[in-house]
């Protein structure tokens, strides 16, 4: 009895066998297999060949644990050349003021102090006129005085002394009181150099031997005005 159960189960294990190759062998049972077919646990490391799983395979979580700390922070680096120099930026316009006497009145522009005391004054014929502080005239400074001519007797064109600004009023009259005639330097002439023959001062005419270097001929610039002192200097506006 034992030997005939033995005989059955050889022959149902030859007859298996016939049919796994005549249905293909291992590929047909790879067909068959899924993971529902593996026991958990049962594939290891040694079971899942090198390189068999590429990292798009693997899931993000797992991605992120196989990133290390990150590592120390390296040494400055050396220092890059110094870039070229931005454009100068545009110079803001300077601030404007005037002189204004006793009553409030405006004299004119603000130009600065003469010797740090008297106030110099730009009136409205651009001629730049000296003022003290004295409250008991209304006279301006007679600071330059005299008118030079290349031809005897003070004929023929008058040229301002050397070394002025051009602005700066030329007053004859002394004390120069409010209506005195004022000269500048007339800058569109051409300059000139001689010897003057004459020279006309508050004195009025006498002969002269003096020598001018670059100076240009005189143009009226207006009268002295009329002022209460003091002068204050107030922004404009």
Request: aromatic fraction near 6%.
């Amino acid at each position: 009895m034992r030997g005939r159960k033995m005989r059955w189960v050889v022959t149902a294990l030859v007859a298996l066998g016939v049919a796994f190759v005549a249905l293909g062998g291992p590929a047909t049972a790879k067909r068959f297999i899924d993971g529902g077919d593996i026991a958990p646990g049962t594939v290891g490391n040694r079971q899942i060949a090198n390189g068999a799983v590429s990292l798009r395979k693997i899931s993000r979580r797992a991605r992120r644990a196989l990133r290390g700390a990150n590592g120390a922070t390296g040494a400055t680096g050396a220092t890059g050349a110094q870039g070229p120099p931005g454009a100068a930026g545009a110079r803001g316009p300077a601030g404007a003021y005037n002189f204004v006497d006793r009553t409030g009145a405006v004299v004119g522009q603000a130009f600065g102090y003469y010797a740090g005391i008297y106030p110099e004054v730009k009136i409205a014929s651009g001629a730049v006129v000296l003022f003290d502080n004295d409250p008991t005239t209304a006279n301006a400074v007679a600071a330059v005085t005299s008118l030079y001519y290349q031809q005897a007797a003070c004929a023929g064109p008058a040229f301002v002394p050397p070394g002025l600004p051009p602005e700066m009023a030329v007053i004859l009259n002394s004390p120069a009181a409010p209506g005195s005639q004022i000269w500048v330097a007339d800058v569109s002439t051409a300059p000139q150099s001689f010897t003057a023959a004459s020279v006309r001062t508050s004195s009025g005419c006498a002969a002269s031997t003096t020598r001018l270097a670059g100076v240009f001929e005189a143009k009226t610039a207006g009268t002295v005005p009329a002022v209460v002192k003091p002068l204050q200097q107030v922004p404009v506006g």
